[in-house]
C-alpha cells in the first residue's frame, strides 16, 4: 500500500491510495464516521431564557457546535474513574451569560480553562433585543458519531476509484464535442491531440465516453487505486482525524485476533 | 409591498420556518453557521452593483465559491435561508 498527500489542511485532506481494495478504504471511512471520539455539548442547564427561541432549539444549536477536542486529555464518562458523576477528566464546563442587544455567538461560551475554548467562535446561537437575557451553563463530554451526529468529527468522507481515461489517437478525429460536454472541464487539445488536463478530476461520468460517435475514448476506474477525500468540523484536525480512526481501526482488529486465537 | 414582504418570508409550501441559520448543513455536517452573515453583507454589494447598473465585484457563485462551500448541500443552506429572528424577536 502507498498513501500520497494530494490536499493537507487543518480541516481537509484529500489522499492518494494505492494498492488496495475498496473494502480497506471503506472500513477507514466508517470509522471516521461512527467510531472516532469527539467532544461535544450534552447537558445544558438553563438559568434564564428571555429570548425568542425555545431552551430545547437553544440547547440543539449549542450541541452543534465544534469544539476543540484533546483526545489525550479526556476519557469517556461512562468509563472514567469518577462513574459517570462527571469529573475533570471526563467533562469540560462552559458558562455564557449575555444581556441587552445583540447577538450570542458561540465564542460567549466561557471555558472552564482557557485550552477549551472555542474556535469557531462566530455561530450565531440566538440575537438578543433590547431586555432579552440569556445565561446558562453547559457540560461537553466525549462521545461518538453512532450515538449521535453532533459527536460526528469527520463530515463526508468519501473515495472513488482512481480514474484511467484512454483515448485512441487513431479513431479520434478531434471533433471537440467532448470537450464541450465534459462537466469538469478535463479535456483539451494540445499538439493536436486530445489530452487530459487534470485526471484527478474525473468523476467518471462517461459523457465523454456517451458523446464520442467513433468510439475513440474510454474511461474507467483502477480498482487498486484511490482518491479519499474527507473534511473536519474543526474539533479535530483532518491528520488527528485521520490518525486516530487508522488507532482505532487497528485496535479492532488486535481484538479480533486475540478472540480468534482462543477459539478450538 | 406588505403582501409581497409576506411571501417573501415564507418557503414554497407557505411555512414560515428557520428563524436563524442553522448551526450546520442538514445533510453533510459541515458548520455552516458563521459564512451567512458575510455571504448576505457581500450579496448585498452585489445588488447593489446590479441594480446600479455596474458590473459587480463578484457573483454569488464566486461568493459561495470562496466560502469554501463546495457541495450544494451546503450552498443551498446558505442562498435558500430566510432570517426571520429579529421579526420574533419581541415575543419571548
Known amino acids: 500500500m502507498k ?32 467510531e472516532l471520539p469527539k467532544l461535544a455539548i450534552e447537558d445544558v442547564i438553563i438559568y434564564d431564557n428571555t429570548t425568542p427561541l425555545f431552551d430545547e432549539i437553544i440547547a440543539h444549536r449549542l450541541g452543534m457546535i465544534p469544539l476543540p477536542t484533546d483526545l489525550k486529555l479526556l476519557t469517556f464518562r461512562d468509563q ?3 462513574k459517570g458523576k462527571g469529573c475533570p477528566n471526563c467533562t469540560v464546563r462552559y458558562t455564557l451569560s449575555k444581556e441587552g442587544e445583540g447577538v450570542v455567538y458561540s465564542g460567549d461560551l466561557q471555558p472552564e480553562e482557557k485550552s477549551w475554548a472555542i474556535k469557531e467562535d462566530k455561530i450565531p446561537i440566538v440575537e438578543l433585543t433590547k431586555d432579552q437575557r440569556l445565561i446558562l451553563e453547559v457540560e461537553a463530554i466525549l462521545g461518538r458519531g453512532k450515538d449521535h451526529a453532533k459527536w460526528q468529527a469527520v463530515q463526508a468522507p468519501a473515495y472513488k476509484y482512481y480514474p484511467i481515461i484512454e483515448i485512441d489517437h487513431k479513431k479520434c478525429d478531434l471533433c471537440k464535442k467532448c470537450i464541450e460536454e465534459c462537466p469538469k472541464n478535463i479535456l ?21 465516453m456517451d458523446v464520442c460517435e467513433k468510439n475513440a475514448i474510454t474511461v474507467r476506474g483502477d480498482e487498486n487505486k484511490f482518491i479519499f477525500r474527507f473534511e473536519t468540523d474543526g474539533s479535530l484536525t483532518a491528520k488527528e482525524a485521520l490518525l486516530e480512526s487508522a488507532s482505532i481501526l487497528e485496535k479492532k482488529y488486535e481484538e479480533l485476533g486475540k478472540l480468534l486465537k482462543k477459539l478450538k | 409591498m406588505e403582501e409581497e414582504l409576506e411571501r417573501k418570508d415564507r418557503n414554497h409550501i407557505g411555512e414560515k420556518e428557520n428563524m436563524i441559520i442553522p448551526v450546520r448543513c442538514f445533510t453533510c455536517g459541515k458548520v455552516i453557521g458563521p459564512l451567512y452573515e458575510e455571504y448576505k453583507k457581500r450579496y448585498e454589494e452585489y445588488k447593489k452593483a446590479v441594480e446600479a447598473g455596474e458590473k459587480p465585484k463578484e457573483t454569488p457563485k464566486q461568493i459561495l465559491d470562496d466560502l469554501g462551500l463546495e457541495r450544494y448541500c451546503c450552498r443551498r443552506m446558505i442562498i435558500s435561508h430566510v432570517d426571520l429572528l429579529r421579526e420574533a424577536a419581541p415575543y419571548e
Open chain 1, 3 to 34: 498513501v500520497t498527500t494530494l490536499e493537507l489542511k487543518p480541516n481537509k485532506a484529500v489522499l492518494k491510495i494505492e494498492n488496495t481494495k475498496p473494502y480497506f478504504v471503506n472500513s477507514l471511512r466508517r470509522i471516521m464516521l461512527s
Open chain 1, 80 to 82: 472514567c474513574t469518577c
Open chain 1, 188 to 208: 483539451e487539445i494540445k499538439n493536436k491531440k486530445l489530452s487530459v488536463k487534470d485526471i484527478e478530476k474525473c468523476t467518471l461520468c462517461r459523457t465523454c
